[in-house]
């Protein structure tokens, strides 16, 4: 498939569902094509002491992250590429689009992402067969995810998180984020993504950033539209315990 633009996501990652919904207000601005693809925050940290380097409920997000990506390449593989934006859709909505279930920890959370019960429902919505759910503990996607997540790296560079987005594949330019908290209105929308696409065209960029995020405008934090979010300090594009 020959689109204007690549978006490789993980969906368990708020920072890629943000810049996900970015790019599809982009996209019916400038009648863009999109490829949804895939990389695993799971595969990228298979070899991370978790317990010594990340807070203890990521290990069970980023697992339940990878779980949903095989689902992904199954819809894929039996009903075409056109079928991962809705199931990406679905997926962001009911993870960072929903309110947070005060009735469970974030950990239970997290694993109930990786689940038939989530998934079901979610498959239904997007018009899928809900036995793709088999897919979940189907090992041998794997393979393709990980092709997929090396595939993306190979463009930035591996001290990347996601997402990472190639505008105008094969040859055009591909950067990773912009980590964005808050949707930006309609109408400067795509004013951020040409800013955002010129400063990556220039040969000798590099690297923009600070590490102060606030936390995403997402129901699934509890924050609403518009307000401030609170300012975290991050580090390798994670909340890690330590370098």
């Avoid at 490789?8 to 890629?16: E, H, K, L, R, S």
């Avoid at 982009?26 to 595969?43: A, E, N």
């Avoid at 996601?162 to 330019?173: K, L, S």
Wanted: with cysteine; hydrophobic share 40%.
């Amino acid at each position: 498939m020959d689109a204007d633009i690549n978006f490789y996501f993980d969906p368990v990652c708020p920072f890629a569902w943000m810049t996900s919904k970015w790019v599809r207000q982009v996209q019916k601005r400038r009648d863009y094509t999109v490829d949804w693809r895939f990389i695993s925050l799971r595969l990228i940290n298979a070899n991370v002491d978790y317990d010594a380097h990340f807070p203890p409920e990521y290990e069970a997000g980023h697992t339940a992250g990878l779980r949903l990506l095989r689902v992904a390449a199954r819809a894929r593989a039996e009903h075409g590429r056109e079928a991962v934006a809705p199931l990406y859709a679905a997926f962001g909505t009911h993870i960072f689009d929903t309110a947070p279930d005060d009735h469970r920890t974030e950990g239970e959370v997290r694993e109930l992402r990786g689940t038939r019960k989530f998934v079901e429902p979610i498959l239904a919505e997007a018009g899928l067969p809900l036995e793709l759910a088999e897919a979940l503990d189907d090992e041998s996607w794997d393979i393709e995810i990980q092709q997929e997540t090396d595939e993306a790296l190979s463009l930035t560079g591996k001290d990347v998180g996601t997402p990472i987005i190639h505008f105008e594949p094969p040859a055009g330019v591909a950067f990773f984020g912009p980590v964005i908290s808050r949707l930006p209105h309609e109408d400067s929308a795509v004013e951020l993504w040409d800013h955002v696409v010129a400063l990556a065209r220039f040969p000798g960029f590099a690297e923009l950033k600070r590490s102060l995020r606030e936390q995403p405008q997402l129901a699934a934090f509890g924050i609403d539209v518009d307000a401030v979010g609170k300012q975290e300090d991050w580090h390798g594009g994670s909340r890690r315990q330590k370098k």
